[in-house]
């Protein structure tokens, strides 16, 4: 594979992207692709991934995405998920596949706005993006080196984590799941690590990865479980001790919340985030929502009696 066509092409579809004004006020870009280009991570990823914003706007964005796409290739495969519409794009033979995969998943994330290359463009905070990281070791089917190896950027770089993403994510404390994380590594071979990475780094990098990178992700585990940097939000040490979502009206929702032991006036939810509760089946992650949405419509109410 050609890494500079690969990476040409994904900065070509970018631009595409958020200098549209529907696509750029609908996207987030976060993952690998989005630490390399905008947080210096020192390895090759091959895809780009995006939080979609407003999922009432999921049919015009899958549909945008798929006309940028055959701008550059052939369509490989195409799946309009609620939860995960993908766009998988062939440009060329013995070249990589790209793919484009959008989340509506809500867990509280931040953003701020990118310069890259000229384009201004709408990114997951390094934060919240670590705190997925962490998730993945063990939320995905099988550990991957390539997630020992982000989560090893970030430590060594001293990036600060959304502690909400992760406790709310893996239902148990920071500090438990970390220790967790750290003794899972421990046990991952060396070729397990080198399994999906190998062709993502060079020279110095790939030796490190073979020789020291599970040893010293356990150790910087260990001593972030002791000593954790937290970010803290404008919400951060909001206590949601009960949210609920209701039926308002024919059309409408609302949400009700118990914060810090005060009990809120109720708040219309916009029609994103009704639509976003309609599509969860488990009442579990129904609750979690309506938790999460309670900071996001009463911060700053919760600010204002502080």
């Not at 810090?260 to 579990?284: R, T, V």
Request: aromatic residues 10%; charged residues 30%; glycine residues 4%.
């Amino acid at each position: 594979m050609d890494k500079n066509k690969h990476k040409f092409l994904m900065m070509q579809i970018l631009k595409d992207i958020f200098t549209d004004k529907l696509l750029s006020s609908c996207l987030a870009f976060k993952g690998g692709t989005s630490l390399m280009f905008l947080y210096g991570l020192p390895r090759f990823s091959v895809d780009l991934d995006f939080n979609l914003l407003d999922c009432t706007k999921q049919h015009a964005v899958y549909e945008k995405l798929l006309t940028i796409a055959k701008k550059y290739g052939t369509i490989k495969d195409a799946q309009k998920k609620f939860f995960s519409p993908l766009v998988v794009l062939d440009y060329g033979k013995g070249e990589n596949k790209l793919k484009m995969e959008v989340s509506n998943r809500e867990y509280g994330n931040h953003y701020e706005i990118k310069n890259l290359m000229g384009i201004n463009i709408s990114v997951m905070r390094a934060s919240d993006m670590f705190a997925h990281k962490l998730c993945a070791l063990l939320d995905r089917k099988g550990m991957t080196g390539r997630d020992v190896y982000d989560c090893y950027f970030f430590l060594s770089n001293h990036t600060s984590i959304n502690k909400d993403i992760v406790e709310y994510r893996m239902e148990m404390s920071l500090k438990d799941y970390i220790l967790k994380c750290a003794d899972a590594i421990q046990s991952f071979s060396g070729k397990e690590m080198m399994s999906n990475i190998g062709e993502l780094v060079d020279g110095k990098e790939k030796n490190f990865v073979k020789t020291k990178l599970k040893d010293e992700t356990v150790t910087l585990l260990r001593f972030f479980s002791e000593f954790p940097s937290i970010q803290e939000y404008p919400d951060s040490k909001m206590v949601v001790n009960k949210s609920v979502i209701e039926k308002k009206d024919d059309d409408n929702f609302e949400i009700k919340a118990v914060i810090d032991g005060k009990e809120y006036s109720p708040k219309e939810i916009s029609a994103a985030d009704k639509q976003l509760y309609h599509n969860l089946d488990d009442e579990n992650e129904k609750n979690g929502l309506a938790k999460i949405l309670a900071k996001k419509y009463f911060v700053n109410e919760w600010n204002r009696k502080r």
